[in-house]
């Protein structure tokens, strides 16, 4: 009679677990398929919007933008989330609401903490018209450009999936 019990306990501490797994798979599907470019139609093969809005509600991102530069808005995540085996930390969303002047590149930067091989997404990069950055320095691009913005010292690499990555 203990076992049973024992194994319904461990079942129902274990579930949320499960569940939060699924729910980081789900978000980075949603971040991937924003990434990923269809060819036959020369465009990314979902809008970015729901993508970010999923990682909004699941608590990852803020609903306003860390930083807005120029059509850039720059969200720093508030804890790391799983992305092509590294964690992502920052994402860059290019888009134009309105005219400010020359040169809107439309698409998303997925900025990440490297932890181990990035091959999966130098594939992915060759596969969807983007361009991967295996070195990428954050500080040269968010303190340079005085946005305010920083990430803690690490290895960082940048996937980076926007219109003049897809026709250079």
């Known amino acids: 009679m203990k076992r ?4 319904a306990l461990l079942a129902c501490a274990l579930l949320p677990l499960v ?5 980081e798979a789900a978000l980075e599907k949603g971040l991937t398929g924003a990434l990923r470019y269809d060819r036959a139609k020369g465009e990314r093969v979902t809008p970015s919007g729901p993508a970010l809005q999923a990682y909004i509600q699941a608590g990852y991102l803020d609903l306003k933008p860390s930083v807005r530069a120029d059509y850039t808005d ?7 989330a799983p992305f092509m085996g590294q964690s992502l930390v920052l994402v860059e969303e290019e888009y134009m ?8 590149d439309e698409g ?3 900025v990440v903490r ?24 954050p500080a040269e691009e968010l303190t ?3 946005l305010g913005l920083s990430l ?5 690499a940048k996937l980076s999936c926007h219109e003049n990555d897809a026709n250079p």
């Open 4 to 7: 049973p019990v024992a194994l």
């Open 19 to 23: 569940a939060f797994a699924a729910d």
């Open 74 to 80: 720059y969200r720093v995540l508030k804890k790391p």
């Open 97 to 104: 609401s309105q005219y400010i002047g020359c040169c809107v």
């Open 108 to 110: 998303v930067s997925a």
């Open 114 to 137: 490297v932890a181990g091989s990035t091959a999966a997404m130098e594939k992915f990069a060759k596969a969807n018209a983007c361009t991967f950055q295996p070195k990428y320095d």
């Open 144 to 146: 340079g450009r005085n």
């Open 152 to 156: 803690p010292a690490g290895r960082y």
